[in-house]
């Protein structure tokens, strides 16, 4: 007997028909006498229409008032879960995040789970009940429902298996597992059978957004057992119940895997822009009087390349922000350009970030010379590179995105054979 989180995503509970479905893989793991919390999200499209019901209620509003809206979907499909599970003969009770409690801090819209007191479903299972949790929320410490960000059901997910102390985390999706890069935009992209932590964070950091970052960066500290799988997969097909070898991809430890690519997969970001600052000043503080001010404006700034002046007094700076902060950004260099002391700005809006990700690159030369050859090749230019130990990341024009991507794929050797 064993513990076992598994999370539905919005695919996979999108109707009352997949709900019962998901109950049928919820009876397969109680029928063979594990302890099981099931994790839901909302269904497919819902969180994005409370999203915008908040919007046009209007543009500005209180975040925490916006947490009370978009929480709602995934109420909804934890009670009608249980409903079904109960309709087969399974113990099983709806639990929000606030009932658990799931306590969250206060950053409401994008809060992070601060800790979970899981005894009360500990003593339950005891009694041979189901948990059905609605994912994506908890509680604030202003006593009001947080909610975690998008996709943030995987992280749920995974904080309940850490404090349950679960023997594993199934995140089930409507792919069977990890792949080289998207399958929805390259067919020929491979399913991983395990991929290493660190690169799972960089490949969900980098857009990937099978698994949301957070919930990567908790099952590596927590060490939580995690596959990625598909709830389309008939519930009784055969392998589904192997409890040590299920089918779907095992995020997991380096040394757990054996035969290490040198790249394992190729992600990307739409919706970049490009904010440039020409003919700044090159003195000492320049920086800090840029990115301070982007930075207390809660702007995310992304890849930053500055170039060394000629002459020593005169240089450039490029950098990228999410699309949806270009304005923004301008709006808060334009009033710092004083302090700051630059000729003009130029900006650009959605452009692409493709990525080539794997810890392989630690030990082997010449890899980012490949990529800039290949897209070269199909004459794609690139607007500006940054790299780490285990990513090259490349900003182009939005209308080579998926070329770029289908050119790396098959430049490293991911392609299907
Ligand atoms: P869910 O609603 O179950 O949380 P998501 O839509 O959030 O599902 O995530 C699953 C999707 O992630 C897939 O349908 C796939 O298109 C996309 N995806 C992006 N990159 C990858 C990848 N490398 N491997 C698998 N899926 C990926
Ligand atoms: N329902 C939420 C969303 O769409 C959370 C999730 O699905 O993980 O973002
Ligand atoms: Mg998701």
Same mark, same amino acid.
């Given at each position: 007997?064993?513990?076992?989180?598994?999370?539905?995503?919005?695919?996979?509970?999108?109707?009352?028909?997949?709900?019962?479905?998901?109950?049928?893989?919820?009876?397969?793991?109680?029928?063979?006498?594990?302890?099981?919390?099931?994790?839901?999200?909302?269904?497919?499209?819902?969180?994005?229409?409370?999203? $915008?019901?908040?919007?046009? %209620?209007?543009? @500005?509003? &209180?975040?925490?008032?916006?947490?009370? +809206?978009?929480?709602? !979907? =995934?109420?909804?499909?934890?009670?009608?879960?249980?409903?079904?599970?109960?309709?087969?003969?399974?113990?099983?009770?709806?639990?929000?995040?606030?009932?658990?409690?799931?306590?969250? $801090?206060?950053?409401?819209? %994008?809060?992070? @789970?601060? &800790?979970?007191?899981?005894?009360?479903? +500990?003593?339950?299972? !005891? =009694?041979?009940?189901?948990?059905?949790?609605?994912?994506?929320?908890?509680?604030?410490?202003?006593?009001?429902?947080?909610?975690?960000?998008?996709?943030?059901?995987?992280?749920?997910?995974?904080?309940?298996?850490? %404090?349950?102390?679960?023997?594993?985390?199934?995140?089930?999706?409507? +792919?069977?597992?990890?792949?080289?890069?998207?399958?929805?935009?390259?067919?020929?992209?491979?399913?991983?059978?395990?991929?290493?932590?660190?690169?799972?964070?960089?490949?969900?950091?980098?857009?990937?957004?099978?698994?949301?970052?957070?919930?990567?960066?908790?099952?590596?500290?927590?060490?939580?057992?995690?596959? +990625?799988?598909?709830?389309?997969?008939?519930?009784?097909?055969?392998?589904?119940?192997?409890?040590?070898?299920?089918?779907?991809?095992?995020?997991?430890?380096?040394?757990?895997?054996?035969?290490?690519?040198?790249?394992?997969?190729?992600?990307?970001?739409?919706?970049?822009?490009?904010?440039?600052?020409?003919?700044?000043?090159?003195?000492?503080?320049?920086?800090?009087?840029?990115?301070?001010?982007?930075?207390?404006?809660?702007?995310?700034?992304?890849?930053?390349?500055?170039?060394?002046?000629?002459?020593?007094?005169?240089?450039?700076?490029?950098?990228?922000?999410?699309?949806?902060?270009?304005?923004?950004?301008?709006?808060?260099?334009?009033?710092?350009?004083?302090?700051?002391?630059?000729?003009?700005?130029?900006?650009?809006?959605?452009?692409?970030?493709?990525?080539?990700?794997?810890?392989?690159?630690?030990?082997?030369?010449?890899?980012?010379?490949?990529?800039?050859?290949?897209?070269?090749?199909?004459?794609?230019?690139?607007?500006?590179?940054?790299?780490?130990?285990?990513?090259?990341?490349?900003?182009?024009?939005?209308?080579?995105?998926?070329?770029?991507?289908?050119?790396?794929?098959?430049?490293?050797?991911?392609?299907?054979?």
């Amino acid at each position: 007997m064993a513990r076992i989180v598994m999370k539905f995503g919005g695919t996979s509970v999108a109707d009352i028909e997949r709900i019962r479905n998901v109950a049928r893989h919820v009876k397969r793991e109680t029928d063979a006498g594990h302890e099981v919390a099931v994790v839901v999200s909302a269904m497919a499209g819902k969180t994005s229409e409370l999203v $915008d019901w908040t919007r046009q %209620a209007s543009v @500005i509003h &209180d975040a925490r008032e916006y947490d009370a +809206v978009v929480a709602s !979907g =995934e109420q909804v499909t934890s009670g009608l879960l249980s409903i079904v599970l109960q309709s087969m003969g399974v113990n099983a009770r709806a639990w929000q995040g606030w009932q658990i409690p799931i306590r969250t $801090d206060n950053a409401h819209g %994008a809060a992070r @789970i601060l &800790d979970i007191d899981g005894s009360e479903l +500990v003593r339950r299972f !005891g =009694e041979g009940q189901v948990a059905v949790v609605a994912g994506f929320q908890g509680l604030g410490p202003d006593n009001r429902i947080a909610t975690l960000g998008r996709g943030g059901s995987d992280t749920s997910a995974v904080a309940m298996a850490a %404090a349950l102390k679960a023997d594993r985390c199934d995140i089930y999706t409507d +792919v069977d597992g990890v792949y080289t890069t998207d399958p929805r935009i390259e067919p020929k992209a491979r399913r991983l059978k395990k991929i290493a932590f660190e690169e799972m964070l960089e490949m969900a950091s980098l857009g990937a957004k099978v698994l949301q970052v957070r919930s990567v960066e908790l099952a590596m500290v927590h060490k939580v057992r995690t596959f +990625v799988r598909s709830s389309f997969i008939e519930p009784d097909a055969p392998g589904m119940g192997d409890f040590d070898n299920p089918p779907g991809t095992l995020i997991c430890d380096e040394d757990e895997i054996v035969e290490q690519e040198v790249v394992t997969g190729i992600a990307y970001a739409r919706d970049e822009a490009q904010i440039s600052l020409r003919r700044l000043s090159d003195r000492p503080g320049v920086s800090a009087a840029i990115f301070g001010p982007l930075a207390e404006a809660r702007v995310n700034v992304d890849m930053i390349v500055q170039n060394i002046s000629e002459d020593g007094t005169k240089t450039d700076m490029t950098f990228t922000v999410p699309s949806s902060d270009m304005e923004k950004s301008l709006a808060v260099l334009e009033k710092a350009k004083e302090a700051i002391g630059f000729d003009v700005v130029q900006s650009e809006p959605g452009l692409v970030k493709v990525s080539v990700i794997g810890i392989g690159m630690r030990s082997h030369a010449g890899v980012a010379a490949t990529a800039f050859r290949a897209l070269a090749g199909k004459g794609i230019n690139i607007k500006a590179i940054t790299t780490s130990e285990i990513k090259i990341s490349i900003l182009i024009d939005s209308a080579y995105a998926e070329l770029a991507v289908r050119t790396l794929h098959s430049v490293y050797g991911l392609d299907k054979t």
